[in-house]
């Protein structure tokens, strides 16, 4: 079983920065690629950001592209979530989820395990 918790959300005015992170607890952290997710009120929840295990590939949904990074401590069961220039579109809750494989997805299904979620507020 894996538990994931994150953290770091809040309310930034448009064109701020917030660092999510998500730690995770149990054995099968090793060897999952994580990503982050968001859904905001009244959508789908959509695919933002992933990274494979190794920490070597990463990929981003066209919205965030540039402006969000994501990575990895592998020693410390953590991934983060860096958000710059962030637009009143980026609210909703974020949820770190990890993979099935070791390679990073933007299909909700490559993903069985998930956190409770974060609330990122943007003001404009």
């Known amino acids: 079983q894996v538990q994931l918790v994150e953290s770091g959300g809040g309310l930034v005015q448009a064109g701020g920065s917030l660092r999510l992170s998500c730690a995770a607890s149990g054995r099968t952290f090793t060897g999952r690629a994580m990503g982050w997710w968001r859904q905001a009120p009244g959508k789908e929840r959509e695919f933002v950001a992933a990274?494979?295990?190794?920490?070597?590939?990463?990929y981003y949904a066209d919205s965030v592209k540039g402006r969000f990074s994501i990575s990895r401590d592998n020693a410390k069961n953590t991934v983060i979530l860096e958000m710059n220039s962030l637009k009143p579109e980026d609210t909703a809750v974020y949820y770190c989820a990890a993979g099935t494989g070791s390679y990073g997805s933007g299909f909700r299904d490559s993903y069985n395990y998930w956190g409770q979620g974060t609330q990122v507020t943007v003001s404009s």
């Open positions: 990274i494979s295990w190794s920490g070597s590939s990463t």
